[in-house]
């Protein structure tokens, strides 16, 4: 079985940019979730989508945006990009039966944004 | 925030077992205790995770104490390829899968 994967696996984009990254869940996983990792503030969590709904969300500025496809596929958004937002984006997918399931991770999309 | 406390870092040598401590002191009866790891530039791996009783897979084994308020990640038998950050993450049971990443522990394990 084919795991998360993540395109583009890296990415250079200048501030003020828009950036849009997609995730392709494992074959029937409905979770989707987004977190950010960057060396001064560690793994956050971003967003989750659920049967293209926005079910979680972390504590991110509205310029970080989300959606969800009917096939579960997922894209997020970041718009008018900042310095800050220089970081690994990774993406995971789970089961979801009703239950937490363990996540399983892609292996990011590196965003330099100078 | 995180509800976990771990030690920043740690040391085992090759072969030896690994007994990673975590704190979850504000734990409730409906959450249930995580645990990934992550080598260097690669997204997180599940390992283990229980609720109450202890568990063991082929990865690892976790204790959790009776009264829930700490657990140990155990690897049996290290090897370099257990170098890593592991994370220990206290997650709801039900509709939330949202993990909260606390600093984790750096293991290094040594040949």
């Known amino acids: 079985k084919a795991g998360v994967t993540q395109t583009p696996r890296y990415l250079i984009k200048t501030r003020g940019q828009q950036v849009t990254l997609s995730c392709s869940p494992i074959s029937g996983h409905r979770s989707v979730s987004w977190y950010q990792q960057t060396p001064g503030q560690g793994l956050q969590f971003l967003f989750e989508y659920f049967s293209e709904t926005q079910r979680n969300k972390g504590n991110f500025p509205g310029r970080f945006s989300g959606r969800q496809f009917s096939n579960s596929r997922s894209e997020m958004n970041v718009s008018t990009l900042e310095l800050g937002d220089s970081a690994l984006y990774l993406c995971a997918s789970s089961l979801d039966r009703g239950i937490t399931n363990e996540q399983f991770f892609g292996p990011g999309t590196r965003l330099t944004v100078l | 925030d995180a509800k976990t406390t771990q030690p920043p870092s740690m040391d085992c040598a090759e072969g030896r077992a690994a007994n990673l401590p975590c704190n979850h002191s504000t734990i409730s009866g409906n959450e249930y205790v995580y645990w990934y790891r992550q080598i260097h530039s690669q997204g997180p791996q599940y390992i283990i995770h229980?609720?109450?009783n202890n568990e063991t897979n082929e990865m690892a084994s976790l204790i959790i104490t009776e009264d829930r308020k700490s657990s140990t990640l155990i690897l049996p038998h290290a090897t370099l390829r257990d170098t890593a950050v592991y994370y220990c993450?206290?997650?709801?049971?039900?509709?939330?899968?949202?993990?909260?990443f606390g600093q984790g522990t750096r293991l290094t394990i040594n040949p």
């Open positions: 229980g609720l109450k």
């Open positions: 993450i206290v997650v709801l049971i039900q509709g939330a899968q949202k993990l909260v």
